[in-house]
């Protein structure tokens, strides 16, 4: 049964790891789990990272014990009956059967039971060894009646309330703004101000005599670039893009903001605007960036071989100047990523398209990522990693 479930968390995008799940098993051995309800919760907080996590759960959850937990079919006088039973004190009874056994013994008994049964060890009642009613000293079995949260466990992984955390979602304004900030790197370099903790802790350090502690201000390093693909296979994507985009440009935490357009592949040139065909040489504008630029490429990096791997020669919006002949899309991608390491690739299209020439050609060159939320957050991981010099 717990087997089940690990595959079922893994198979909803759930990375259990080893020591995890060991965990959870010695905390089942140890009986910190006596019913589905408590099950649902400590399994949750043993196995979920993240709240992100938590409707991949429940999802998982449903798939391994659906049918297991059944609401009590009872009638109103087996409800009086399990009503308002007094707490044993006692060691508990380990139940040896499994939630497949439980359910078909559970529904036997309840089918021949006849009367109120209280400290036995076989019927549904209160008080006794039994692993069915409630109040008794059977370690698991199927709870009726008693103390409870009030609600089962399948209702509430049925309700599904943190389907809004999935890390798949699609992703708003707020999303891309709260992942970005964490690309943040705050070092003392700005103007003067007063420090109220520093200045607290060296009056008191100075027997009460008040000594002000100046400090400079904490700014960011980081200089974001966003170099986006437009037009063509992209038009899907337009709006998503618009939300990075909008994003980006409204964070003011950053040391400054650029952002590029092209169109499937760099060929020698970047675009500000491409309908006043604004744009300037890559050589340009690598001239400009530094180790603390941090540069993110958003497309989905689909296109013919041809315009990737071949030398463009002419043709109005892709026109090259003479010293950039001779070079394809794929050059300038490794050229700015060799200017710039600390550069990663945003893909909207789902993983399981990338499995193209043009695709797997970039990816090799820039570390992609998909357009979710999780995509988003590893590559910010991978954006920090480069030291800040």
């Given amino acids: 049964m717990f087997q089940l479930l690990f595959i079922n968390l893994r198979s909803q995008g759930v990375k259990v790891g080893l020591g995890e799940w060991l965990a959870f098993l010695e905390g089942l051995q140890m009986g910190l789990v006596v019913d589905m309800e408590s099950l649902y919760g400590f399994g949750r907080a043993m196995l979920c990272t993240t709240e992100a996590q938590f409707d991949a759960w429940d999802v998982a959850f449903q798939a391994t014990f659906a049918g297991v937990e059944l609401p009590p079919e009872i009638s109103k006088a087996m409800s009086q009956w399990l009503a308002n039973a007094e707490e044993m004190l006692g060691p508990k009874v380990p139940v040896d059967m499994t939630p497949e ?78 992942a970005l900030r964490l690309l943040r790197n705050l070092v003392r370099e700005g103007r003067m ?95 400009d960036f530094t180790p603390q630029h941090r540069i993110i490429w958003v497309g989905d990096a689909s296109m013919a071989p041809w315009e990737l791997f071949s030398a463009f020669r002419g043709g109005s919006a892709y026109d090259q100047d003479p010293a950039h002949t001779g070079m394809n899309g794929l050059d300038w991608v490794q050229l700015i990523a060799r200017r710039c390491p600390a550069t990663v690739w945003l893909n909207p299209d789902p993983p399981r398209y990338w499995d193209h020439p043009t695709v797997s050609a970039i990816g090799a060159v820039v570390p992609m990522f998909p357009l979710t939320l999780g995509g988003l957050r590893d590559a910010i991981k991978r954006l920090k990693q480069p030291r800040v010099v």
């Fill in 101 to 178: 056994e439980l359910l078909e013994e559970f529904r036997k008994r309840l089918a021949e039971q006849k009367e109120r049964h209280d400290g036995g060890n076989r019927w549904i009642g209160t008080n006794g060894r039994s692993p069915f009613g409630n109040s008794g000293q059977s370690q698991g079995g199927i709870r009726v009646g008693g103390k409870g949260g009030g609600r089962s466990a399948m209702q509430v992984a049925g309700d599904r309330v943190w389907a809004n955390y999935r890390v798949d979602t699609a992703l708003q304004i707020r999303d891309f703004q709260l």
């Fill in 193 to 287: 101000e007063l420090s109220l903790d520093g200045t607290i802790d060296r009056t008191a350090k100075n027997a009460g005599e008040i000594e002000l502690d100046w400090q400079r201000e904490r700014t960011n390093r980081i200089h974001l670039v966003l170099i986006m693909d437009t037009g063509g296979s992209m038009d899907p994507h337009s709006r998503m893009v618009e939300r990075l985009l909008s994003a980006a440009s409204e964070m003011k935490g950053f040391k400054s903001f650029s952002s590029w357009q092209f169109h499937n592949a760099p060929y020698g040139w970047l675009y500000k605007d491409y309908a006043t065909y604004e744009r300037k040489s890559i050589p340009e504008v690598l001239k």
